[in-house]
């Protein structure tokens, strides 16, 4: 097993009923099949049976898309042996969470396993729970979809949960009638009209507010699975389509009509909207922060104008339905730059992500769930990575340098020809980023785009990172890279009990390539005592500002904007308390030389009064 493991909880729903309904012999008989089915496709997945309960089943996964996998065909294969029965039927109820257990004498122990067994039990049945953690790590798989639950308080926990619903596709007793396609679609068309509405809402005061952009990125995933799901004539019930639609409806009564609901209803909808997508927003619209359309004020009073003569009735025409017009071809790839690689893959995945219409930190989040080391990489070496998919991934820096520079990509090629008044490959590759450079001013506002990225894809998917602490009331776990190659999943872990090895400042030197950043984590687990954090960043014995530091609570949810490091250090109070996770970004913003960073970290424990304890488990030991 590696360090992270994801855990799957699975029992059967109705056992008890159907054995009072066929009693015990046929019971046993549909016990012992479906302990067959389950067996069979945890081996097909490479899943480890940890322990057995009855009708129950712990199971070790070694990968997230396993364990998710593993679920959703275990509940397609107990559908179908079921779904000719009558009466009284079985039905399975899964939970899966990740995360990094205790493991000891063939066991698994700690948070990572009470919260899958908690998302078991909240699972219906028939039904596959999943952590956010766990939804994040899987990513997107053929033949699931996920369907945000909401916040939900999980017995054991002090923060509450989102749970996602992985919604696995049954095989289908038959083909839908014309009566069950048209119910459908009617569905869909409302529930589209809902979600149109809703991607048109704004803040009367933050246009970048983050909890109604992240509704809306989940707005557009669902509108998209939708639309496909109507085109293909699969993949929903009109009752799934109403669940799904519901919080989206729930948010856009809330934004109209407000000042039409009654206390109960007011209560209800409130309640909703923060479940499905987090207080924050509820609070922005029953407080009249959010607005449809362009109507941002009350609207002017006028005098209206004296009426006209009727006018004679007129023919109706036949109504046309709205069409959605093809987004605008690619711009072709000038045949002067189709030797410079990394240009030729950055405009394509550029170009990708404005034609598929998918709002920036959204895909920014999918960029780097493919690639968590993107920014690790240099632009320029990004084409020796991935066969070169990791270059497009970097089509959020080139945006950047769009909106610092408008018209730099419709232009770049003509002026970096002009420049070098030559073909030559190397002339214009070094033209080209020279251009990238100074048009979009990188030295000055490369800190900025690092910035954003760590607000798309915190908490999740997360960055890849040189060295994760896990600090305990009782120990540190630290994971470091052995390996200095960007990207190599080998990982160095050790555990430190002993006060003396925990104890003092530790310095991690790290050089940085041009325009890249690397990325620090810590995390604190039941801490009993908070820990104080304190960091500085020095350059060439200089303090230096070229980092970020981003607290994200124990909900997963930002605990505050990212905070530029100081050069004489910053301190970050109240780990275990105030915050549960801290990522430090170190950032190069020199175009052309690497850099070399020390980053000095030291937690110190909250004892009581004329008690101090130093704990810094980054990098290598005092000095």
């Known amino acids: 097993m590696g360090s992270t493991v994801t855990i799957l909880f699975s029992d059967i729903r109705g056992f008890t009923e159907y054995t009072e309904q066929y009693g015990d012999e046929v019971a046993f008989q549909v016990l012992q099949e479906h302990n067959e089915i389950v067996r069979r496709h945890i081996g097909a997945f490479s899943g480890k049976v940890v322990k057995t309960q009855g009708d ?47 493991y000891e004498g063939g066991d698994f122990f700690g948070s990572t396993v009470n919260l899958a067994a908690r998302v078991c039990a909240t699972a219906g049945p028939g039904q596959i729970f999943v952590s956010e953690t766990t939804r994040h790590v899987a990513g997107r798989l053929d033949g699931v979809e996920y369907i945000d639950r909401g916040l939900h308080e999980l017995k054991g926990f002090q923060d509450q949960q989102r749970l996602f619903e992985v919604a696995w596709k049954a095989v289908p007793p038959g083909v839908p009638d014309e009566a069950e396609i048209s119910a459908v679609e009617g569905a869909v068309q409302r529930a589209l009209g809902v979600l149109n509405r809703v991607l048109g809402i704004g803040h009367r005061d933050d246009p970048a507010f983050r909890p109604l952009l992240e509704c809306q990125a989940k707005a557009s995933e669902l509108r ?3 639309s496909r799901a109507v085109a293909e004539q699969r993949g929903y ?36 909207v923060s479940r499905a997508f987090g207080r924050p927003l509820a609070a922005a619209a029953t407080r009249g922060r959010l607005f449809v359309g362009t109507e941002r004020e009350s609207p002017r009073i006028s005098v209206p104008p004296p009426p006209r003569d009727p006018e004679p009735p007129r023919a109706e025409r036949p109504r046309r339905l709205p069409t959605v017009p093809d ?7 000038d045949a002067r730059v189709q030797g410079v690689r ?29 690639h968590p080391y993107l920014l690790a990489v240099a632009l320029r070496e990004s084409p020796n990575h991935d066969e070169g998919r990791l270059c497009a991934g970097y089509f959020a820096l080139l945006e950047h340098v769009e909106d610092q520079s408008p018209g730099f990509v419709r232009t770049a090629v003509d002026q970096a020809a002009a420049a070098v008044g030559s073909g030559e490959p190397a002339a214009l590759d070094n033209a080209l980023y020279g251009l990238l450079v100074g048009r979009g001013r990188l030295r000055e506002t490369f800190a900025d785009f690092v910035r954003e990225v760590m607000i798309a894809a915190i908490p999740a998917p997360g960055l890849w990172t040189d060295a994760t602490v896990t600090e305990r009331e009782e120990s540190t776990s630290v994971v470091t890279r052995p390996s200095a190659a960007v990207g190599d999943p080998g990982e160095a872990r050790q555990e430190l009990t002993e006060t003396q090895h925990r104890a003092g400042e530790r310095r991690f030197a790290l050089t940085i390539a041009p325009l890249t950043a ?52 910053t301190s970050l109070p109240g780990l275990g308390r105030n915050y549960g996770d801290l990522w430090i970004g170190v950032f190069n913003p020199e175009p052309a030389a690497p850099a070399v960073y020390e980053l000095t970290v030291t937690i110190t424990v909250q004892s009581p009064p004329g008690i101090r304890r130093a704990f810094s488990p980054l990098g290598r030991g005092p000095r």
């Not at 996998?69 to 559908?79: D, K, S, W």
């Not at 170009?351 to 999918?366: P, T």
């Open 56 to 102: 129950s089943f712990m199971v070790a996964f070694t990968t997230a898309r396993g364990a998710v996998l593993c679920g959703a065909a275990i509940q397609r294969e107990v559908a179908e042996k079921t779904q000719a029965e009558s009466g009284t039927r079985i039905a399975v109820g899964i939970g899966i969470n990740t995360g990094e257990p205790i």
């Open 224 to 226: 998209l699975s939708l």
């Open 237 to 272: 019930t009109v009752k799934q389509v109403d669940q799904a639609m519901l919080p989206f409806a729930d948010l856009l009564t809330l934004v109209t009509g407000r000042e039409h609901l009654d206390d109960q209803r007011w209560g209800q909808l409130e309640s909703g």
């Open 327 to 333: 987004p605008p071809p690619p711009m072709p790839i």
């Open 342 to 370: 990394w240009w030729v893959s950055l405009l394509e995945g550029w170009q990708a992500w404005k034609a598929s219409g998918m709002a920036q930190a959204h895909a920014v989040r999918a960029a780097v769930t493919r």
């Open 518 to 569: 690397r990325f620090f984590f810590l995390r604190g687990v039941e801490l009993r005592n908070p820990r104080d954090v304190e960091l500085r960043l020095t350059r060439a014995g200089e303090g230096s500002d070229h980092g970020w530091s981003l607290q994200v609570r124990t909900d997963q949810l930002l605990h505050s904007p990212p905070r530029r490091l100081t050069p004489s250090g």
